[in-house]
């Protein structure tokens, strides 16, 4: 790999300082992500004889880092996430003073590899759809009146995203307007 080098101070506007290999960039990225994490409700079944409860959750947070690597319109990336929900309680309860559901969360820590497409929305812009499949370990706590419930279990899990990458920095960067 080459690595374009200028001085600091003596850098013309249309230079720009990236790693190559021969005329092509190396395309590899690192970054840290925030967002938003639209959870499905749940079904719970509080013991082996009772029927099982709905329970509504509230959009969170994510939170995490992606490393990967692009060519012209592919990627594939490692993406290492957390989420965090809240739990409203019981799918169609009304609240009142003698409820028996409290509180509760539910916490996920995600590993997983993901590929997709890009698709060029401009100059400074692209679109990113995409897939991934990797490990999941899932914590759940409610809190009852008397009582509180803890889970937690890994699993397989998937995604699907579609994301917006803005260039503006590089050209903030590279000193352009």
């Known amino acids: 790999n080459e690595r374009s080098f200028v001085p600091v101070g003596k ?17 590899f990225y690192l970054l840290p992500f925030i967002g938003i ?49 809240e739990i409203n309680g019981f799918e169609g ?26 698709i060029d ?3 400074l812009a692209q679109l990113h759809l995409g897939g991934g499949l990797g490990l999941s370990h899932q914590k759940i706590l409610m809190d009852w009146v008397g009582s509180t419930m803890k889970e937690e279990d890994s699993a397989l899990g998937h995604q699907f995203f579609s994301e917006i990458h803005f260039k503006g920095w590089e050209a903030f960067i590279d000193g352009q307007p």
């Open 37 to 85: 994490n639209f959870a499905e409700d749940f079904a719970w079944t509080p013991s082996a004889s009772a029927s099982a409860k709905k329970m509504q959750q509230s959009s969170g947070f994510s939170y995490g880092i992606i490393s990967g690597k692009s060519w012209d319109n592919i990627f594939v990336e490692f993406d290492l996430g957390y989420l965090q929900n």
């Open 121 to 123: 929305l401009g100059e």
């Open 11 to 27: 850098k013309r506007t249309e230079e720009k300082i990236s790693l190559t290999r021969g005329n092509e960039k190396v395309g």
């Open 93 to 118: 309860e009304v609240v009142t003073p003698f409820n028996m559901f409290k509180d509760g969360h539910t916490r996920l820590l995600k590993l997983h590899i993901n590929t997709g497409l890009s």
